[in-house]
């Protein structure tokens, strides 16, 4: 089904705790910094950016994936099975602990950060 922005705006607490949005001077999002800026995630290629980010999800952005809305809810649903899968390597780490396990609350989570990405 289609994300609803304005709910996934709402939705989007659950994220802050960790991630900001912020857009050069722009902040969208004020939030931590235990996870990357999610500015501009959608089509952005995994793990790659100003963040240090884990073995793993650097591992599968080196394989050239970007992020789309299915990729999306799959990871936020749980991003180590995500990092295993992607990787065949049931060792592979995720530092996002995390799970958003409503498919639907993170499609409308996606069609926030879409309203939010540049054209
Ligand atoms: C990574 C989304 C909640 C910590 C990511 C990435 C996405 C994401 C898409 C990959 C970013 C990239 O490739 O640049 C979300 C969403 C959340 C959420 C939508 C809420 C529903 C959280 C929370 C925490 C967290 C609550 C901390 C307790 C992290 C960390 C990473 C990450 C540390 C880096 C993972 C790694 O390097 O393995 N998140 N996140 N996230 N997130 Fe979250």
């Known amino acids: 089904a289609e994300g609803d922005a304005a709910e996934g705006e709402k939705e989007f ?4 705790s960790c991630h900001m949005i912020v857009d050069g001077d722009n902040t ?5 910094k235990t996870g ?3 500015f501009g995630l959608p ?5 790659v950016g100003d963040f240090r980010y884990g073995n793993s ?3 599968v952005g080196e394989t050239g994936l970007a992020w789309d809305e299915a990729e999306f809810v799959a990871y936020v649903a749980d991003p180590k099975a ?4 992607k990787l065949d390597d049931s060792s592979a780490k995720s530092k996002m602990s ?3 396990r409503d498919a639907d609350d993170a499609a409308n989570i996606w069609a926030y950060l ?6």
């Open 82 to 85: 995500w990092l295993k899968e």
């Open 13 to 16: 607490k659950k994220c802050k």
């Open 114 to 119: 879409v309203s939010v990405s540049p054209e």
């Open 43 to 47: 089509g952005r290629v995994a793990g």
């Open 98 to 100: 995390f799970k958003l």
């Open 57 to 59: 999800l650097a591992a």
């Open 36 to 38: 990357p800026n999610l």
């Open 28 to 32: 969208i999002v004020k939030g931590g």
